[in-house]
């Protein structure tokens, strides 16, 4: 026994003595390691920069503790200043992307003023540090930290707590931890920037003036990669085609905006009234949640409302049946989503006092079973929101299907000639 637990304890010791390693550079080649909190994020951002030839995660700047996330996450090194710090190794082309630049992408996208952490990521291995490996960045990194000071300063912010040393040695991370959100797009990806930037862009200049009147959804993006801005993107806003405007911002371009929700976390999205928020959503929302927060926004406590996500039933000939019978050439649209349901050439009066269709538009509604109230029918529900619709009967002219469908969900869209 005494045997196997030294043969253990020996290789975990070799595990680490090979991870421990001094950066390494080519003619053009550089190589610096940077802290901003969680370096999952982080390394991603780095690699995606233009003359970057690798990132590597890691731990470096601490002493004493064991290089290792279960080591350095550990309650007693919480707040141990001689703790080692989530790192990011980055290797780079200094002939395609100056040190200066990669610092002020560094600076830019986490909050250096904050001590021993980033936003909700609590401990002295989030602090924001700088470990440089020869002179010249050393200088260029004091440099561009008092730019950033002066910039910090002017819009709020306190003073950049940012540690700025040589490099002893760094420790990559396990295997586990590398490429991380590439492995997992779903992964932990928040957003800590401040919004202040060293040369002011044009997006930030982005006109708020259409979304402060009226109704507006805005998703808070990071400035950055971000995974679940992304996994929000496909599973929701590329096929969003409603009636109100939904507009994506960064945390620094809600000027004009009244603002609650804290929007560090990204994506956040907000349901705005008049530039001033109703309600907000810290975080990705699946699709069902972010349509069921638009029915509350939009169709309030209505009938509406109660036909959408309660399955209830409007009156025979209610006012938007008579409305909606007649119109001209067109198609019907899911009231929240803006998905294409039914065209009018599919329509024809089945003298029911319900909007009546022989078909539904390709893919855009799918049938469940519905037993309630001790009938078998077939209910219809909307592909993209699923709201509740009506039902599906067999006995449509020519022997084709009923669509029996709520006005009251749908919206009308007349067809451009």
Not at 360 to 382: C, K, L, P, Q, W
Request: contains cysteine.
């Amino acid at each position: 026994m005494k045997k196997s637990i030294l043969a253990f304890l020996v290789l975990i010791l070799w595990d680490v003595s090979i991870a421990a390693k001094e950066p390494t550079a080519t003619a053009q080649s550089r190589t610096i390691v940077l802290g901003a909190g969680c370096f999952w994020g982080a390394e991603k951002a780095y690699a995606a920069l233009p003359g970057v030839i690798d990132a590597v995660s890691g731990y470096a700047g601490g002493s004493g503790v064991m290089p290792t996330y279960r080591a350095i996450s550990d309650r007693s090194n919480k707040m141990n200043p001689k703790n080692h710090a989530e790192v990011v190794e980055v290797t780079y082309d200094h002939n395609h992307i100056s040190v200066q630049t990669l610092l002020e992408s560094f600076f830019e996208r986490h909050d250096p003023t904050q001590v021993n952490r980033q936003g909700n990521d609590i401990g002295s291995q989030y602090r924001s540090i700088i470990l440089t490996t020869n002179p010249t960045q050393s200088t260029v990194a004091l440099q561009v930290s008092t730019r950033y000071q002066e910039l910090l300063t002017q819009a709020g912010y306190g003073k950049i707590t940012t540690q700025i040393s040589p490099l002893d040695v760094f420790y990559p991370a396990e295997n586990y931890h590398q490429d991380y959100l590439v492995k997992n797009p779903d992964g932990y990806c928040p957003d800590h920037s401040t919004g202040v930037h060293f040369t002011q862009k044009e997006e930030r200049k982005l006109d708020n003036s259409a979304i402060a009147q009226g109704p507006a959804i805005v998703v808070i993006e990071a400035q950055g990669y971000c995974p679940y801005c992304e996994k929000f993107k496909t599973e929701v806003a590329n096929t969003y085609a409603g009636s109100i405007p939904m507009v994506f911002r960064t945390a620094a371009q809600l000027h004009d905006l009244e603002v609650a929700t804290p929007t560090w976390a990204t994506p956040t999205i907000l349901f705005l009234r008049d530039g001033a928020e109703v309600f907000g959503n810290q975080g990705y929302m699946a699709a069902d949640s972010f349509y069921r927060a638009l029915g509350h926004f939009k169709l309030g406590d209505s009938e509406a409302y109660n036909i959408a996500f309660k399955k209830g039933t409007e009156s025979r000939f209610c006012r938007q049946y008579e409305i909606f019978k007649d119109t001209p050439n067109g198609v019907f649209v899911d009231k929240l989503s803006g998905a294409a349901l039914f065209d009018t050439q599919d329509r024809f009066d089945s003298g029911t006092g319900w909007l009546s269709f022989s078909k539904s538009v390709d893919n855009a509604v799918y049938e469940r079973a519905d037993h309630s109230f001790g009938m078998r029918r077939t209910e219809i529900r909307s592909a993209s929101s699923d709201i509740h619709l009506g039902h599906v009967f067999p006995d449509g002219p020519r022997g084709q299907p009923r669509y029996c469908i709520n006005a009251t969900v749908l919206e009308f869209i007349p067809r451009r000639h």
